[in-house]
Every structure is written in C-alpha cells, then in structure tokens.
C-alpha cells in the first residue's frame, strides 16, 4: 500500500515534528509528487508570510446575556447561597442553645462547653509555672550525661563480662582439644612409633637416591656440554690462529716483493748511472 502525505503530516514536517522513518517516507513522497510538492511550498510561503506579520492587541467584545425571562427569587444563585448559610448558621444555634453551649474568653484563652459550668474552687487554680532558670537547665543537662554515661558504662561492663566469658570458654575448650591430643599421642605404642620411623627412613632413602640419580645425570650432561664447548673453542681458536698466520705470510711476501722490486730499481738507477759517466769518459 502506497504511502499519501496529509495535510498534518505536512505541518508537522514543516515544523520540524517528523523524525525518523516517517521522516524518511514523507521527503520520499515530496520527492516522486510534484502535486504534494506544490502544496508543501504554499504551505512553506504562507508561514514566512505570517511570520512577518505583526501581533495586536484584541480586546474582548462585552457579553451581554439577556434573559426575558422571570424566575423566582429564591432561585437566583447569590440568593440561594446566602439562605444556605443562614440556615446553616441557625441549626447550630439551636443545637447549641438545647445542648447548654456556652463560649467564653478570658486571658487569651476561648473556652467552648456544653451544660452547666460547675463552679471551681481557688485550690483548684493552679498557677502557672514559671520559667526555668539557666542553672536549673544545666543541672537537667549534667544530669542527663551522667545518666547516659552510668548507662554506657554498665553497657561497656557488661560486655566487657560477656567478651570474656567467651574467650575462658574458647581457650577451655582449646586446651581440652590439645589435652585430647597429647593424650592420643602418648598413648601410641612403641611398634607405631618403630613402624612411623622406619617408613620415614624408607622415604628419605628413596628420595636420597632420586637426588643422587639426578644430579649424576645432570652434572654429566653439564660436563659433555662443557667439553663439547672447549672443543669448539679450540677449534675456533686455531682457525684464528691459522688466518692470522696467513694474513702475516702475506703481508710477509707483499713486503718482499715490494724490497726486490725497489733493489731492482735502484741496482737499474746505479747500473744506468755507470754507464752515463763511462760513455762520456770515453768520449772526452
């Protein structure tokens, strides 16, 4: 079924109320109807019209509600709630005046009684109390912290009976626990004890023997490695030694070279020397 934009769904885009899918389906429909396109942009001029336009102040017409026709007084509104009160008003009267209601006030105080008021006698009046005094406080108040002390301190106490109480009766029963244990120990034979050690002995030479094994194994496989490393250093060394020889050979035979090829050269000098002063002795 085909998705039709209406007149709502066009005000609510237009003020940005849309959001997700309906969103989405609405500018897909704008964007496959030039019809819908159409109105959405008259919609979209005749706002930014109105947003030009100015706000004024509109006074209320008066309202005049005739009624032609006549009721009877006790009907009005006003009226009827007056008499109500009335009414109302003259009910407890009545029930006050059978009841015997007397209200009086004296010494910012209202009294309200029902029936006769029985006379009271001068011992009866009681003077009112008067404030207390800053010490008076003080003394209610060191009172009260000493009272609350008296009752912390036999809190604490009683506490304090009750914490060791607990701890004689765990330490009673520990020590019986241990009595129960030495006791059971002492009372092993000497074959337990005999079998106990030598099992011990059993266990303590097996486990000598696995060291030894071990550790034979391992300090042999230690010295092959240590002999397998000096056989290669040796080996590394005399192929060190065997380069460095070499290298002196060479250098040796580079040297003896060089020696006879500078004798040649100057046994040639000297020859070709000779020769020059002989030729130019004979010459003379």
Known sequence: MGYKASE?????????????KEKEAFEQYLLENAEARADFEKLKQLRSTLSHVRDKEVIAPPIFIGDNKQRPIWTIPYLKTIVSIAASLLIVILAGKFAGLQVSFSDNELKVS????????????????????????????????SQQN??????????????????????????????NLIKE?????????RQYVLAMQTENTQVVKN????????????????????????????????????????SLQ?????FKQET???????????GNKNSLGVRN
């Open 8 to 20: 709502q769904d066009m005000m609510a885009y237009l003020y940005g109320e849309l959001e997700g």
């Open 114 to 145: 029902f029936g006769e008021q029985l006379p009271v006698s001068p011992a009866e009046i009681t003077k009112p109390q008067l404030s207390l005094t800053p010490n008076e406080v003080q003394e209610m108040i060191n009172t009260s912290l």
């Open 150 to 179: 008296n009752a912390m301190q036999s809190n604490w106490t009683e506490a304090q009976k009750k914490l060791d109480a607990s701890i004689t009766k765990n330490l009673a029963a520990s020590s019986a626990k241990i009595d």
């Open 185 to 193: 120990s002492s009372l092993a034979s000497q074959d337990q004890i």
């Open 211 to 250: 060291y030894m094994q071990l550790s034979s194994s391992e300090q042999k496989q230690y010295i092959e490695g240590l002999l397998v490393d000096f056989a290669k250093y040796l080996q590394q060394q005399r192929n060190d030694d065997l380069q460095v020889v070499q290298t002196q050979l060479k």
């Open 254 to 258: 580079q040297n003896t070279d060089v």
């Open 264 to 274: 040649e050269q100057i046994l040639t000098s000297i020859i070709s020397t000779v």
